[in-house]
């Protein structure tokens, strides 16, 4: 089986658009030209919400930015693959100059919640197109570090490794009280997520291509559904960590502090 293709050779493939053609008849639709997406386009600092199965940019709330095959908040244990599309807008100019606005999903990345791993190596992100940010694993942070990692797993690595080269590190995913902040490589803040009032947010703190703002979405999705799934009450959980997590996350609640999961 041969490599996934191109965002732009998907893109091409897709929109099987060879140009207006002189010889074509007169009764075939007017010419028109089509907006191609490009991965490395910066996307300005936003704020992203999670409304069931969509994500909308508050600087454009009219449409989804992004979709989810599942609704994240709504899934059991035994779901293992959740996809994420991105949205695209399809602005075709007609041979008038009129403008013609159309959407089309586009399948970007598969979230993977491994069960049969323990919490340090538990659920991935993987690019279904070639360009994306490859496979990125979220796992918790090594003694004496608090949090959690995104790792990027190196293509030639076939298998889940037992540990990763911290030159592969892509955020730091750091709780601040009632907000989660995702932190770059250099330790600078790329962008917080809070909840208020049952709504999940994203607020993107710095400008981003648009490869690296599909793989952050992405690995958000993840990040919020693992959390789900580990919070989903375990018959079979009866470990003293367990308990020490259900009594921290009671006293949590109790203050009043907002739950993030």
């Given at each position: 089986?041969?490599?996934?293709?191109?965002?732009?050779?998907?893109?091409?493939?897709?929109?099987?658009?060879?140009?207006?053609?002189?010889?074509?008849?007169?009764?075939?639709?007017?010419?028109?030209?089509?907006?191609?997406?490009?991965?490395?386009?910066?996307?300005?600092?936003?704020?992203?919400?999670?409304?069931?199965?969509?994500?909308?940019?508050?600087?454009?709330?009219?449409?989804?930015?992004?979709?989810?095959?599942?609704?994240?908040?709504?899934?059991?244990?035994?779901?293992?693959?959740?996809?994420?599309?991105?949205?695209?807008?399809?602005?075709?100019?007609?041979?008038?100059?009129?403008?013609?606005?159309?959407?089309?999903?586009?399948?970007?990345?598969?979230?993977?919640?491994?069960?049969?791993?323990?919490?340090?190596?538990?659920?991935?992100?993987?690019?279904?197109?070639?360009?994306?940010?490859?496979?990125?694993?979220?796992?918790?942070?090594?003694?004496?570090?608090?949090?959690?990692?995104?790792?990027?797993?190196?293509?030639?690595?076939?298998?889940?490794?037992?540990?990763?080269?911290?030159?592969?590190?892509?955020?730091?995913?750091?709780?601040?009280?009632?907000?989660?902040?995702?932190?770059?490589?250099?330790?600078?803040?790329?962008?917080?997520?809070?909840?208020r009032d049952g709504e999940w947010m994203m607020l993107v703190a710095?400008?981003?291509?648009?490869?690296?703002?599909?793989?952050?979405?992405?690995?958000?999705?993840?990040?919020?559904?693992?959390?789900?799934?580990?919070?989903?009450k375990d018959p079979s959980m009866s470990g003293w960590a367990d308990v020490k997590r259900i009594?921290?996350?009671?006293?949590?609640?109790?203050?009043?502090?907002?739950?993030?999961?």
């Amino acid at each position: 089986m041969g490599s996934p293709p191109s965002y732009e050779e998907a893109y091409a493939e897709d929109a099987g658009f060879s140009g207006p053609s002189s010889s074509a008849p007169a009764d075939l639709p007017p010419a028109y030209h089509e907006q191609r997406y490009d991965p490395d386009e910066i996307m300005q600092p936003t704020i992203y919400i999670l409304a069931d199965d969509h994500i909308f940019a508050e600087s454009c709330s009219a449409s989804p930015r992004y979709r989810l095959s599942r609704v994240i908040h709504a899934q059991g244990k035994a779901t293992s693959t959740i996809e994420l599309s991105r949205v695209d807008k399809r602005i075709r100019e007609l041979s008038d100059g009129t403008p013609n606005v159309t959407t089309r999903e586009r399948h970007i990345y598969n979230m993977h919640y491994l069960t049969h791993f323990r919490e340090a190596l538990q659920c991935e992100v993987r690019s279904v197109a070639a360009r994306g940010i490859g496979r990125v694993l979220i796992q918790k942070s090594s003694f004496p570090y608090s949090g959690y990692r995104a790792i990027k797993v190196p293509v030639e690595l076939d298998s889940t490794p037992e540990k990763l080269d911290k030159s592969n590190y892509m955020y730091a995913i750091k709780e601040k009280k009632d907000m989660f902040e995702w932190c770059g490589a250099d330790g600078k803040v790329v962008a917080t997520e809070v909840c208020r009032d049952g709504e999940w947010m994203m607020l993107v703190a710095v400008p981003l291509t648009r490869r690296k703002l599909d793989g952050l979405i992405a690995l958000w999705c993840l990040w919020m559904w693992y959390n789900h799934v580990k919070d989903i009450k375990d018959p079979s959980m009866s470990g003293w960590a367990d308990v020490k997590r259900i009594m921290h996350r009671s006293r949590k609640t109790n203050t009043g502090i907002t739950r993030l999961y």
